[in-house]
């Protein structure tokens, strides 16, 4: 656990200043966090909402969190739980396919001015859209995010050979996509 994650808890621990650390946790992670929900999410109102929910649940557990791992990794955790919860809810809530599901979001992401970018850019998202969300995420978390299989096996709880898996099997339809285009 780094320094910045060592002051933060010591705040958050004493009833003097434990708004003061939870106000700086999120400070310190909030974009991070977003990122990783959008990254999955598409929409931002989604990622907006699931940001907070990330943050609120971490609140909750705090006293529970025993460091054995650094604040970054455990509120990844949170936050990609709360993705993968979130489309899955989102799937049954309306009764509608993966795959109308993916169609609604590329149809997001060709409608939304917002996301600048060249085309190889909307093509790659196009292509995440397609990934099953276990794969979309190992590819952010490697190959957007930079971390390491040891990090990515701490978030997810999956093993280093099944990462690195996902993530070969995620880059090659990624390149069939992009490639049939």
Do not use: C
């Not at 970054?72 to 799937?91: C, D, G, H, V």
């Not at 990515?152 to 709880?157: A, C, K, Q, V």
């Amino acid at each position: 656990m780094n320094q910045t994650d060592q002051q933060i808890l010591e705040r958050i621990r004493s009833p003097f200043t434990k708004e003061i650390g939870f106000r700086q946790l999120i400070e310190t992670y909030q974009r991070k966090v977003y990122q990783v929900i959008r990254r999955m999410v598409i929409i931002h109102e989604d990622a907006d909402d699931l940001t907070q929910n990330t943050f609120v649940k971490a609140f909750r557990s705090l006293d529970r969190f025993q460091g054995n791992s650094s604040l970054f990794t455990w509120l990844y955790r949170i936050a990609t739980n709360e993705a993968l919860s979130f489309l899955e809810k989102k799937k049954n809530r309306y009764f509608f396919s993966l795959e109308d599901h993916r169609e609604k979001m590329e149809s997001y992401l060709d409608q939304n001015g917002n996301l600048n970018g060249d085309e190889i850019q909307l093509r790659l998202q196009k292509a995440l859209l397609k990934l099953p969300e276990k794969q979309r995420l190992v590819f952010h978390l490697k190959y957007q995010e930079e971390l390491t299989y040891e990090q990515m096996s701490e978030i997810t709880g999956t093993s280093i050979g099944a990462l690195k898996a996902s993530y070969h099997h995620a880059v090659k339809k990624i390149e069939q996509y992009v490639l049939s285009e």
